[in-house]
């Protein structure tokens, strides 16, 4: 099966789908649901299939492909995967059906084609697989792009409260990371001799100054996308606005291509600038876990507020690429993978209730527990893996990070840590105001209220719980595939972890 071409035909398979679904009828809205979540279910079986297939232990990049597409300017159709890519597309694989599921009835009360609506979001999904999937720059440039056109829509046409200015917002800053990409990619073609190959131009020479540039080209695009402080207001506005199952991969897939492009593209391609510039990006780092944490202890409105923590758990993504030490990145990259599990499980269900209310507003709901205790107690569930608690997967990685940073630079690890403590703060608030305390009486005459979790929300719901619980307890799994390839880019820029006087290896401290 290793010669099968999974890449290419995971890419393809949600575009084909995505034009089957968006010429279905209007007026048969309920067979497009259907096309569309079967058809998201075949991209997962073949995403199993090569996740199985895929060698641990064997070389770096994998299921590689490469067709010519441009060849005066040294551009080809080049696909590869290694273990930080092959963890981000079963990230997408599984989360595409259940967001499928979980906006069944999105669309409904929309003016909007609700088979087109489904057929954006499979498109999203093949721009993201081809963003992780793309070892070519070029091509992963133009993945980086594209990606926004159909999160753009599903914003603008089918979000909530001030949709036009969230999407308009959430495509301009992200353009504007893109131009400075685009000028670093021309850059890193010229110096490099006017190839576009990873491989290739991670053998190249080049100057100080001109890797700095390039780098900061890179990072601005990256540190916009994920985003990290001080290029974060676009998210709360965004994710506010964006329809629950949208602002799911939102934050937790599209958010990851910033994370992903440091990991792969900044870091091998500019070793020495990474260093340089790794006190700025961790102080960034430093003070998006902090800051986003305070705004997310004031904040009224759900989605805003889960948006809010998003960016504090992106703080310690940062700190945790680059602190450069083995620990701290393969922290990093399961980081990734449980931040789009937990987070993805917390918009949803938090998507869920607002459906029933009417309402995002936090003032609005109170004593909801005793109405929709399933739900409640998914919610609360959620907030928990959320900040990290023992037991769920998010706790491995920031322990992870933590003490994979806490051997190179103890003031960061120190400082990251009180994030913990603010993320107990706002979990906690939400979750009290929401559906414990006394029974706010207006909840008692909203029809929604009385309905708890449905066999489709459940559905939704009980594999993300599963997941988190699983990887909590056993992430062994998951790390033999990421650390290999986090070793790798650790060798790409000639750092190694230091004598080892705290924990031990990365599977003894996961275990």
């Known amino acids: 099966m290793s010669n099968f071409p999974f890449l290419s035909v995971l890419t393809v398979a949600p575009l084909v789908g995505a034009l089957v679904v968006a010429f279905l009828p209007r007026h048969r809205p309920e067979l497009a649901k259907q096309v569309a979540f079967v058809w998201s279910l075949l991209v997962l079986v073949l995403s199993v299939v090569m996740w199985v297939s895929f060698n641990a232990g064997g070389d770096r990049f994998q299921f590689r492909e490469s067709y010519s597409w441009i060849p005066n300017w040294g551009v080809s159709f080049t696909f590869a995967a290694d273990g930080i890519a092959l963890v981000m597309l ?97 850059g890193l073609w010229v110096v490099g001799g006017k190839t576009f190959d990873w491989q290739a131009l991670t053998q190249v020479d080049i100057s100080t100054g001109t890797e700095r540039w390039l780098f900061l080209g890179f990072f601005l695009a990256f540190a916009i996308k994920a985003p990290f402080f001080p290029f974060h207001t676009w998210l709360p506005d965004a994710g506010g606005a964006a329809p629950a199952g949208a602002a799911a991969l939102l934050v937790g897939v599209l958010d990851k291509v910033g994370t992903f492009g440091i990991l792969r593209y900044c870091l091998p391609l500019f070793p020495e600038a990474s260093k340089w510039f790794a006190p700025w990006a961790l102080a960034l780092g430093v003070i998006g876990i902090i800051y986003a944490a305070l705004l997310a202890v ?119 840590t009180l994030g913990i403590i603010l993320a107990a703060a706002y979990v906690l608030w939400m979750v009290q105001r929401t559906t414990q305390g006394t029974l706010n009486p207006a909840l008692t005459e909203v029809d929604g209220m009385r309905r708890d979790l449905n066999l489709r929300e459940k559905v939704v719901v009980a594999p993300l719980i599963a997941l988190i ?38 599977q003894e401290a996961a275990r």
């Open 298 to 416: 004031g904040q009224n409105d759900l989605k805003r507020l889960v948006s809010y923590t998003s960016i504090a758990h992106f703080g310690f993504i940062g700190v945790g690429i680059f602190a450069f030490t083995t620990q701290a990145g393969t922290g990093a990259v399961l980081y990734m993978l449980n931040h789009g599990l937990a987070t993805g499980l917390l918009f949803l269900v938090v998507g869920m209730l607002i459906s029933r209310r009417g309402s995002s507003l936090i003032s609005d709901f109170g004593g909801a527990g005793k109405l929709v205790p399933v739900l409640a107690g998914v919610l609360f569930f959620a907030g928990l893996a959320s900040l990290a608690l023992p037991g769920t997967a998010p706790f491995i990685s920031e322990f992870l990070v933590l003490i994979g940073t806490f051997t190179v630079n103890k003031p960061v690890a120190v400082i990251a």
């Open 469 to 506: 619980v699983l990887l909590g307890f056993f992430p062994k799994p998951v790390t033999d595939v990421i650390n290999p390839a986090v070793q790798a880019t650790m060798d790409d820029i000639g750092r190694t972890d230091p004598a080892p006087s705290v924990g031990g290896t990365v």
């Open 90 to 186: 079963m990230l997408i694989a599984v989360l595409v059906p259940l967001v499928i599921l979980a906006s069944w009835h999105d669309a409904d009360s929309s003016k909007r084609s609700v088979p087109v609506y489904f057929a954006l979001l499979l498109v999203l999904e093949c721009t993201m697989i081809g963003v992780f999937a793309a070892a070519d720059v070029f091509l992963f440039y133009v993945f980086f792009e594209v990606m926004l056109v159909p999160m753009y829509f599903l914003i603008g046409s089918y979000g909530g409260h001030q949709r036009q200015y969230a999407a308009v917002k959430f495509f301009l800053y992200s353009l504007v990371g893109g131009l400075f990409m685009l000028a670093a990619v021309i």
